[in-house]
């Protein structure tokens, strides 16, 4: 089955304990992405990647890293979460050529409570 | 950049009739996608429909069309025959073609549609 899966689901945590939200695809999707979803603003992007050793800041990069060192792996790190990042957290995959719409396809969300 | 504005934040339908979800979005380009995704109390990330801006037929899946108007910036959803299980956010987006941008742009949304089914 084609998906994009997330690990953990569900994370509490303090403030600076690092964490790493995993993300992988299934579909040799060439493009990566995180975005956060928050009440009102609806999703954001943090980071993309079009391919391997190859990833870019989008709109709200500050306090995150990733990495893309395979091309079914794209996970999200936060070295010192802090409150402002209580947030719910979406992974997405999507060819960049030979497609009829470009469409991302998302994972299941992680949400994230940093206190 | 690209713009998405979703001017309701919250709509109303009662079960069996047909709601309209408006979009707008402000672009310079000539080729992207739009794209429709419901988000059910779950918060899967759920594709309803898709539109290429090339195509001038409105995209139709099954109770779900578009009514596209490219001049006018404009993608709405209507919703035929709502059901129960129609009750969602519902998200406009865009993304630009990455045949031309080089495919760095991934999705813009909007801010979100909160429909409510009365039964």
């Known amino acids: 089955e084609a998906q994009v899966t997330q690990n953990p689901r569900y994370l509490i945590t303090v403030t600076g304990k690092k964490l790493t939200v995993t993300c992988s695809q299934n579909m040799n999707h060439e493009y990566m992405s995180w975005y956060r979803q928050d009440p009102g603003l609806g999703l954001r992007q943090i980071y993309y990647s079009m391919n391997v050793e190859v990833t870019d800041k989008g709109d709200v990069p500050e306090g995150y890293k990733v990495s893309r060192k395979e091309k079914r792996n794209f996970p999200l790190i936060l070295e010192s979460p802090s409150p402002n990042q209580t947030s719910l957290y979406f992974c997405?995959?999507?060819?960049?050529?030979?497609?009829?719409?470009?469409?991302?396809?998302f994972g299941p969300g992680t949400r994230l409570t940093v206190t | 950049a690209q713009t998405v504005t979703q001017s309701q934040p919250e709509m109303s339908v009662q079960e069996a009739e047909t709601v309209t979800l408006s979009c707008t979005y402000d672009t310079s380009e000539s080729d992207y996608y739009l794209f429709w995704y419901k988000q059910p109390p779950s918060r899967q990330m759920i594709l309803v429909i898709r539109?290429?801006?090339?195509k001038q037929q409105n995209a139709t899946e099954n109770r779900f069309s578009v009514n596209f108007q490219k001049a006018a910036k404009s993608f709405s959803l209507k919703i035929s025959d709502s059901q129960l299980g129609d009750a969602a956010m519902y998200f406009c987006?865009?993304?630009?073609?990455?045949?031309w941008g080089g495919g760095a742009d991934g999705l813009t949304f909007g801010k979100g549609t909160h429909l409510i089914i009365q039964p």
């Open positions: 997405a995959s999507s060819p960049l050529r030979d497609s009829p719409s470009y469409e991302q396809y």
């Open positions: 987006a865009y993304r630009s073609d990455p045949t």
């Open positions: 539109q290429e801006a090339y």
